[in-house]
Antibody, heavy 114, light 112 residues
Framework: EVQLVESGGGLVQPGGSLRLSCAASGFTFSRNYMSWVRQAPGKGLEWVSIIYSGDSTYYADSVKGRFTISRDNSKNTLYLQMNSLRPEDTAIYYC????????WGQGTLVTVSS | QSALTQPASVSGSPGQSITISCTGTSSDVGGYNYVSWYQQHPGKAPKLMIYEVSNRPSGVPDRFSGSKSGNTASLTISGLQSEDEADYYCSSYTSSSTLLFVFGTGTKVTVL
């Protein structure tokens, strides 16, 4: 059974940093595209970043230069390093497998506030 | 990276059919057969309902169907059921974004 479990969310001040993790199981992690999608409170879905199996990475303009997506295939784990956080980054962050995303985690809440 | 345009809300009675539109441009919906649809119930993660315009993943009821004409994709729910009440998002590959994919604005489906 495919499972994706996010962790690392929490409350952080503007300008701060967080690293999100997504532990994957039930499939050959190294072979799949992985992505981060976020949803601000009461708002729609937004692709944040995608990493392909060959480690090519893509970012939304809104996070480029501030967020870094990476993966550790030996640990079956996806990461999102988030720096210079802004209040508008407040959202539930989901990790998802493949594009289109057939499998999703339960999400982790990131709140950027002073 | 402009979002694809969807109606804010669509409603129907049980048993009826409804259609949700998703309008983009020739750089996304109109240019590629990589349109997908997601269903999201409150407090839950999204669920893939349709991929590559009209394909259903295993386990998705055949009441859900997808199509595309020009720059507009559509999701049709036939025989509407109470459990279909949810938010629906389209998504497409796009050549006009460095992220390669874009979501729609989302549609709230209400079963009357």
């Amino acid at each position: 059974e495919v499972q994706l479990v996010e962790s690392g969310g929490g409350l952080v001040q503007p300008g701060g940093s967080l690293r999100l993790s997504c532990a994957a199981s039930g499939f050959t992690f190294s072979r799949n595209y992985m992505s981060w999608v976020r949803q601000a409170p009461g708002k729609g879905l937004e692709w944040v970043s995608i990493i392909y199996s060959g480690d090519s990475t893509y970012y939304a303009d809104s996070v480029k230069g501030r967020f870094t997506i990476s993966r550790d295939n030996s640990k079956n784990t996806l990461y999102l390093q988030m720096n210079s956080l802004r209040p508008e980054d407040t959202a539930i962050y989901y990790c998802a497998r493949d594009v289109p995303a057939g499998y999703w985690g339960q999400g982790t809440l990131v709140t950027v506030s002073s | 990276q402009s979002a694809l345009t969807q109606p804010a809300s669509v409603s129907g009675s049980p048993g009826q059919s409804i259609t949700i539109s998703c309008t983009g441009t020739s750089s996304d919906v109109g240019g590629y057969n990589y349109v997908s649809w997601y269903q999201q119930h409150p407090g839950k993660a999204p669920k893939l309902m349709i991929y590559e315009v009209s394909n259903r993943p295993s386990g998705v009821p055949d009441r859900f169907s997808g199509s595309k004409s020009g720059n507009t994709a559509s999701l049709t729910i036939s025989g509407l059921q109470s459990e279909d009440e949810a938010d629906y998002y389209c998504s497409s590959y796009t050549s006009s974004s460095t992220l390669l994919f874009v979501f729609g604005t989302g549609t709230k489906v209400t079963v009357l």
